[in-house]
Nanobody, 119 residues
C-alpha cells in the first residue's frame, strides 16, 4: 500500500510561482510512474503532468506546458511540480497519483493540496 502526501499549495497572485511536493511511502518508489491531476470546483479532474519511474519520460498538459515542470527524486521518494507564471485558471485542488508499472490507471492518490491564484 502506497501512501502519498502532497504539500506546498497555497494562495499566490497571478504570475507567481509555487512548488508542490508529493512524498511517497509504503512501497518501492521507483516501481511507480507518478502523475499530477487537478480538479477545480464544478469541473472534472484534469491531467496536469506525469513522469516515468526514472523521471526520464515526462508529459504535461498543453495548458501548462512552458510554465509547469514535473520532476522526481527517487532517492527522496518525492515528486515535484514547479508551477511558474500561475494563472487564475490554475486554481484547483492538485492531487498526486501513483501508477504501478503493470497498470494502466493510477492506483494510489494523495489527499490533495489547494492552489488558489488571485488575479
Amino acid at each position: 500500500q502506497v501512501q502519498l502526501v502532497e504539500s506546498g499549495g497555497g494562495l499566490v497572485q497571478a504570475g507567481g510561482s509555487l512548488r508542490l511536493s508529493c512524498a511517497a511511502s509504503g512501497g518501492t518508489f521507483s516501481n511507480y510512474a507518478m502523475g499530477w491531476v487537478r480538479q477545480a470546483p464544478g469541473k472534472e479532474r484534469e491531467f496536469v503532468a506525469s513522469n516515468s519511474w526514472s523521471g526520464g519520460n515526462t508529459n504535461s498538459a498543453d495548458s501548462v506546458k512552458g510554465r509547469f515542470t514535473n520532476s522526481r527524486d527517487n532517492a527522496k521518494n518525492t515528486v515535484y511540480l514547479q508551477m511558474n507564471n500561475l494563472k487564475s485558471e490554475d486554481s484547483a485542488v492538485y492531487y498526486c497519483a501513483a501508477r504501478s508499472l503493470t497498470e494502466s490507471a493510477y492506483d494510489y492518490w494523495g489527499q490533495g493540496t489547494q492552489v488558489t491564484v488571485s488575479s
